[in-house]
């Protein structure tokens, strides 16, 4: 662990992305818990016309991500992209905190924050383009690393920003410091990131339509699906854990708040420990143990019946979580490893994809049963999901495998 740390800080080209991914986890963590306040409870709007914005901007948010991916691989440094999209940050977030409209938080919730949003796959992409050129392990490790500061910083700032806000009438200030935020990952990409070095020549990059055309072949895109359907698994967790604690397990709101900051901060030394692990074994196994860890942990939710049993399983779903969300970067990385802009948009492909997942098995599993139930229902789906992924990795290694 602290060769890898030794060489994310040694790596500008490493140690500039990563710190601006620190910075970038605060524009999500400190809006994020609050939009829905804001949009409905204080602006009025009603939940269709909330629901309605936020699939929307999550098709902006897919779209500019696979967009600017693609045309990422053609340029010879991806600083420019993550500038404009530090800009676009900056005015998104703090157009909604200086303007308390309705008419400016569903424009710069459907346009600008998404394409903000859009920067973590454009830097993990920078990521991806180093440590294409170090030994695969190491590289894995570097990845889950940087997810898990990525997560460190997300867990820490809700509860700052929930202190700071306590007394506060309204929960816009939350956006002005995702400004902040976004001003600061512009600083850091302005100042101090350097060159991704030369980029290919344009007669060998293929062009926009034959480059989306890989996301869609039929062996990325079912790798793809299984991904999503592993993500969705955590998305339904966030969805099903609230109501279970306040109504089978007879808990509190509190606990629902404590839990998951809980389970945040200990899901960093987990994609630190998967991250190591990957160094010695294949993705592909890592990632199926995790997620079957997450199996165990939904199974076990849906029996949950007082608070103690929830807190008890703490340690299952930080660590399952863990291997979800940081695993799969390198996975999916790995599907187009020639053109990392490509491979890690994705990352925004398969968290679309994910979202509806998990909204699906939310309605079929309380259509059948109550959430208790719904629990189960996801532990079924992440097993069905885990065999697919290895049968399909099964597959193509005997299909390397010389007759």
């Not at 010879?76 to 999209?85: A, H, W």
């Not at 969805?239 to 306040?246: N, S, V, Y």
């Not at 930080?318 to 695993?327: E, H």
């Not at 948009?345 to 939310?362: C, K, V, Y």
Request: proline share 5%; glycine share 10%.
């Amino acid at each position: 662990m602290s060769s890898t740390f030794s060489l994310i800080l040694g790596d500008n080209r490493i140690r500039i992305p990563a710190v601006t991914l620190v910075a970038l986890a605060f524009t999500y963590a400190s809006t994020a818990p609050y939009q829905s306040i804001i949009g409905i409870n204080e602006l009025g709007l009603g939940n269709g016309t909330y629901s309605a914005l936020i699939f929307f901007s999550a098709i902006v948010n897919v779209t500019t991500s696979l967009t600017l991916g693609i045309w990422s691989d053609r340029l010879k440094e991806r600083r420019p992209l993550v500038l404009g999209l530090s800009v676009a940050g900056m005015l998104g977030f703090g157009s909604i905190a200086i303007i308390h409209s309705p008419a400016m938080f569903i424009f710069s919730t459907l346009l600008l924050v998404p394409m903000s949003n859009s920067t973590y796959s454009l830097l993990f992409a920078s990521l991806r383009a180093r440590t294409n050129q170090i030994d695969r392990g190491r590289a894995a490790a570097v990845t889950a690393t940087v997810r898990a500061l990525f997560s460190g910083s997300w867990a820490l700032a809700p509860g700052l920003i929930g202190l700071y806000l306590v007394n506060s009438p309204s929960m816009t200030p939350a956006y002005g410091i995702a400004a902040f935020a976004s001003l600061t990952c512009f600083c850091l990409y302005f100042f101090f990131a350097p060159g991704n070095g030369t980029a290919p020549p344009a007669a060998d990059q293929p062009g926009f339509f034959a480059s989306l055309k890989r996301i869609f072949m039929p062996y990325v895109l079912v790798r793809v699906i299984v991904m999503a359907l592993l993500f969705g698994l955590q998305r339904l967790n966030s969805m099903l854990l609230p109501l279970i604690i306040t109504h089978a397990a007879g808990g509190r709101v509190v606990d629902v708040g404590f839990i998951a900051g809980l389970t945040a901060l200990l899901e960093m030394p987990f994609m630190m420990i998967w991250g190591m692990a990957q160094r010695r074994f294949r993705t592909v196994h890592v990632l199926a143990f995790g997620a079957l860890i997450y199996c165990a942990y939904l199974l076990l939710l849906g029996f949950a019946s007082a608070p103690w049993h929830i807190y008890a399983l703490l340690l299952l779903n930080a660590c399952g979580a863990a291997a979800i969300l940081s695993v799969p970067i390198t996975y999916l990385q790995d599907l187009i490893a020639d053109r990392p802009g490509l491979g890690t948009s994705l990352l925004s492909l398969n968290t679309f994809i994910g979202t509806g997942i998990s909204a699906g098995l939310f309605a079929f599993g309380t259509a059948i049963t109550d959430y208790s139930g719904t629990a189960f229902v996801g532990a079924a789906a992440g097993l069905a999901s885990i065999g697919v992924l290895l049968y399909l990795e099964s597959n193509r290694r005997q299909a390397r495998q010389p007759a």
